[in-house]
Structure formats: C-alpha cells, structure tokens
C-alpha cells in the first residue's frame, strides 16, 4: 500500500470465517489497516454442512458477492489477489469476472509449493484463465508458472524489499549474552523453515565447541508439540535461547547479536527475514532453494548450502564461526547488495509494470 500511495488508492479486503451461523449471507464492515481504510468480511458456515458434508461452499459464493458490492461502492479499477492459495484465486476471479474487472494474481510464499499438490488445483488454472497479469517472487517460480499452469497473461518477477527505516536504531536485543558464539535464526518456526535440519547442525556443532543457538519468533501453532519435543530432547538444548515473537522494529538488533545467522529454509519465494539480516550485515548460511540463490551470491554475500545435509550445513556455519573476516566481508556485501538492488523504488516500478500490463492507466 505504501508503494504506490502516490499512485493508486489500495482498499484492502479481508475474508474472514464467522462462528455466528446467521451471518451466513456476508456481513460487510470497515476496517483499518495500519492507517489505510479497508474491508472485513464475514460468513459462515452451518454447522450442520460439517456434521453432514452436504455443504454447498456457499460462504465462499458469499464472500465473491460482497467482493462485488465493495467493488461497485467503491469504484473499483482492478482486483488483486495477494496470496493464491486454498479457495482465493477462484473467489477473486469469479468477482473479477462478474464485476468486469481485471484481475492481478500474485503467488507468495509457498504458494506454488505447498498448496498446488492438494485440491485447489482447478481453482488456480480458472484464476489464471482470467488474470490479466501474474506475479511469482523469483525466476524459478516464473518458470514453472510459464510452463505447468500456462496462463495467459504475461507472469513478472517481483522479489521483496527491505525498509530500512522499519527498525528502531535504538533497539536491544533482549536476552543475556552467552558466553561462546551465537548462531541465530529469524522467523515464525515451522517444518518449512528447515528448522529439523537446524537443530541437528547445532546439536552437532554444540558437541565440540562452546555455541549458542537464538531462535527469534514464535513456533507455528500446529507444530509447536513436536518442534518443543524436539529442541528440548537435543543434547544441548540448555543452549537454546527462544525470546519469542519480537516486535519487528527491533529484529535487526536480535540480528546483529549473532556471529552467524542461518536460513536453512525447505522452500522458500523470497524471504523477507532473510533480506533483513543481509541490510544488518550478517554472515549468512542459506539453503539454496527458491528464490534465495537471486538474493545470496553464493561465496560472495553469503554461503548456499543443501540444508538437507545437516553435516554440510554444520561445516559452512562452523567455517564461518572460525573466519571474523570472512564473516565481514560477506557481511559487507551482503549489505551493500540489499542496498542496491532490493529497495521500495525496484519494488515499485514492478508494481506499476505489472498494473499497466493488467490494464490500469497509472
């Protein structure tokens, strides 16, 4: 929304699921997004469809309807839909066609990753039918777009950007300093986040020289048991350091706290944690999957590695923790390539390429 304020007038639309069952034609509200006006919207289900299994996914017509009168409220140029996954391209699309709109589709995250191999297949290829353009975070995803979904719009590539104003330039990292050297990881912690093979690198490394490991963020709450199960059953999980979920503005003080930050992500698009430990001058370890390759050059930024391979992950971190130097000028560049390269201007003139191309005058 900030990007383009300039521009364009953004109204964001949420799509909620209510408990009340007498909401189950829509309830439409206004809502505040950090300043910005906006739309909630609210429906819900019978318990009776659950029980029974004979619900019609009206609540998902619902919300295409109220999409619909917001659009017309509002005068609406275009859709977007931010985040293609379970039911919300085909939500989007419908309403773009019923509204006469032209739609923009952008995939985030594991989007193309861990949602296309279930049953919202069909959903995305109609909702591709109809968008006018397409957005993926990194070339590999361009490419398999291009060549598995076949849309037919034109697919860009618009890789995330760091805000460096978004941190407190006084902030603290709020945690007694160990004694030894700290490797840190930075994100909501879940099996996509390669964090298994993290905890077996510590684990491995902690077993012959003195190492700490800072977990910043919260577990994801369907995985919490095991990944909780899992750090306490290491044999230095006394090492362990987990403050929780920080306030953003001070995660890049967490950051510089480390001797080395990894990254040892399953999949990923193109992580925004990731490009902030680079603007915080880091010495990175990260997988080499998605689109972190077009954000780390490997031995110049950062180190890449199979994450998979514990054993090669543990020697890059552990070649890094004997190397101050290295770890500088990697951080260095690393530094000086965020800077450069993946800032709001880039980011915007991606916006307004996309925007143009999806039909708007802007």
Not at 113 to 138: E, I, S
């Amino acid at each position: 929304m900030r990007l383009l304020a300039d521009d364009i007038d953004v109204i964001p639309i949420a799509l909620t699921q209510s408990d009340n069952e007498a909401e189950w034609s829509g309830v439409i509200e206004a809502a505040d997004y950090h300043g910005h006006r906006g739309y909630r919207v609210r429906a819900a289900d019978f318990r009776s469809d659950k029980v029974f299994g004979n619900g019609t996914h009206l609540r998902q017509f619902v919300y295409t309807r109220s999409i619909i009168d917001i659009a017309a409220r509002e005068k609406l140029d275009a859709l977007h839909v931010f985040g293609a996954f379970y039911e919300r391209p085909l939500i989007g699309a419908y309403a773009a066609a019923q509204s006469g709109l032209p739609l923009i589709l952008s995939f985030r995250g594991i989007d193309l990753d861990g949602w296309l191999f279930g049953p919202y297949l069909a959903h995305v290829q109609a909702a591709l039918g109809v968008a006018r353009a397409c957005v993926v975070m990194n070339a590999g995803a361009k490419r398999l777009v291009e060549t598995l979904l076949r849309p037919q719009a034109p697919v860009f590539v618009s890789h995330n950007y760091v805000e460096p104003d978004a941190f407190a330039s006084n902030a603290t990292a709020n945690f007694p300093r160990p004694s030894g050297d700290v490797i840190g990881c930075v994100g909501e912690f879940r099996r996509i986040v390669g964090l298994d093979f993290l905890l077996r690198a510590f684990d491995s490394l902690a077993s012959k020289r003195e190492v700490s490991l800072l977990l910043v963020g919260p577990l994801r709450r369907a995985e919490a048991h095991f990944y909780a199960a899992a750090i306490d059953g290491l044999r230095h999980s006394a090492r362990v350091i987990r403050p929780g979920a920080v306030e953003h503005e001070n995660v890049l003080a967490y950051l510089m706290a480390c001797d080395v930050v990894a990254f040892p992500s399953f999949s990923d698009g193109s992580p925004n944690k990731l490009l902030e430990a680079m603007a915080a001058g880091c010495a990175i370890v990260a997988a080499n999957v998605g689109g972190i390759p077009e954000m780390i050059r490997d031995g110049v930024d950062g180190l890449l590695v199979d994450a998979r391979n514990v054993g090669d992950l543990a020697s890059a971190i552990e070649s890094l923790l004997d190397d101050p130097a290295r770890r500088r000028a990697l951080g260095d560049s690393a530094r000086a390539r965020v800077a450069a390269e993946f800032i709001a201007e880039r980011a915007r003139r991606d916006c307004l390429a996309y925007y143009r191309a999806a039909g708007l005058n802007i």
